[in-house]
């Protein structure tokens, strides 16, 4: 990254703290006002012998401290993992805001060894999941990864994302990486018929809710999955340098698993880049 892409990104992000700081700050005043109400509250009923009145007085007062989120933002979830949780494939950046944009369109790109991928992001539709990717990519988090898997049959898609697949060769922990947290999924297509058609652009998980990581997958072709991953964005532009990857076909390492196997034409993620949101 350069000097002069950084500055452009801390100005995105500064001007979106300039509009969130007067509402964050009633926020953290209001909740430091209810924290010592509710100690106070607690200590008193304590002593009366009613403890579980204390603790529910405590989760009413959770549930109502959350401020609205700014105009023109949503409210996001980003859970961490437990460091005991996080095997060495895990890498650790922190967390994204909890407030993110929710509207303008982003240009994603994608520059590999074979050419540039790029593809549309509207921040209406996936405003956390927008927020979450650009953030791993202001960290530079799939700069110099491989896309470890590709599928041929049945689905056709490319696989990438994952920190760990770097170098040369290939692990059998391939697939297993992501950032230090995980968030919901979101935009998933279960009204469209094929719910992934060709060109989209969609996050991987683990098959279970709300553990969508940095993975995401390029559809080269129509695939009936279930809609259960959220639809990032359309591929605009080098479709064609997947279905080129495709053709020449994978090793089968994940045949017995998931399906597929590493793509035989290497595709290597030089750098990736989230513009900011336009409209």
């Given at each position: 990254?350069?000097?002069t ?8 992000r500064?001007?979106l ?5 007067e ?20 200590l ?5 012998g ?6 529910s ?6 549930k ?6 700014a ?8 859970n961490?993992?437990?460091a005991?949780?996080?095997?060495p ?12 944009y929710a509207?303008?369109?982003q ?11 790029t593809?549309k ?5 996936v405003?956390?999941?927008a ?14 990864t ?11 898609v ?9 170098g ?6 391939d697939g ?6 995980r ?6 297509p279960?009204?469209k ?14 098959g ?19 809609p259960?991953y959220?639809v ?9 340098i ?5 053709k020449a076909?994978d ?5 017995q698993?998931a ?10 993620i ?9 409209g």
């Amino acid at each position: 990254m350069t000097s002069t892409r950084e500055r452009q990104r801390a100005a995105a992000r500064a001007r979106l703290e300039k509009e969130m700081a007067e509402r964050s700050a009633k926020a953290r005043k209001r909740r430091q006002t209810q924290a010592i109400v509710s100690a106070a509250a607690a200590l008193v009923l304590v002593v009366a012998g009613t403890v579980w009145l204390a603790m529910s007085l405590g989760d009413d007062d959770d549930k109502n401290d959350t401020a609205a989120p700014a105009a023109g933002a949503s409210e996001c979830v980003f859970n961490a993992l437990p460091a005991e949780q996080r095997p060495p494939q895990i890498k650790d950046v922190g967390v994204p805001s909890n407030e993110q944009y929710a509207k303008g369109v982003q240009t994603m790109t994608i520059d590999t060894n074979l050419g540039p991928i790029t593809a549309k992001v509207d921040r209406s539709l996936v405003p956390c999941t927008a927020g979450s990717f650009t953030y791993l990519a202001e960290k530079n988090f799939f700069d110099n990864t491989k896309c470890h898997r590709l599928v041929t049959e049945g689905i056709k898609v490319l696989q990438c994302g994952d920190p760990s697949a770097t170098g040369n060769g290939w692990r059998e922990t391939d697939g297993q990486g992501g950032p230090s947290y995980r968030l919901p999924e979101e935009n998933l297509p279960t009204d469209k018929r094929p719910p992934y058609p060709e060109g989209v652009i969609a996050m991987a998980n683990s098959g279970q809710p709300g553990s969508t990581g940095s993975q995401f997958f390029i559809v080269y072709g129509d695939s009936p999955l279930d809609p259960a991953y959220t639809v990032l964005g359309t591929i605009t532009g080098g479709l064609d340098i997947v279905k080129d990857v495709a053709k020449a076909g994978d090793d089968g390492a994940f045949a017995q698993q998931a399906g597929g196997g590493h793509p035989k034409k290497e595709v290597i993620i030089k750098d990736l880049t989230m513009s900011n949101p336009q409209g």
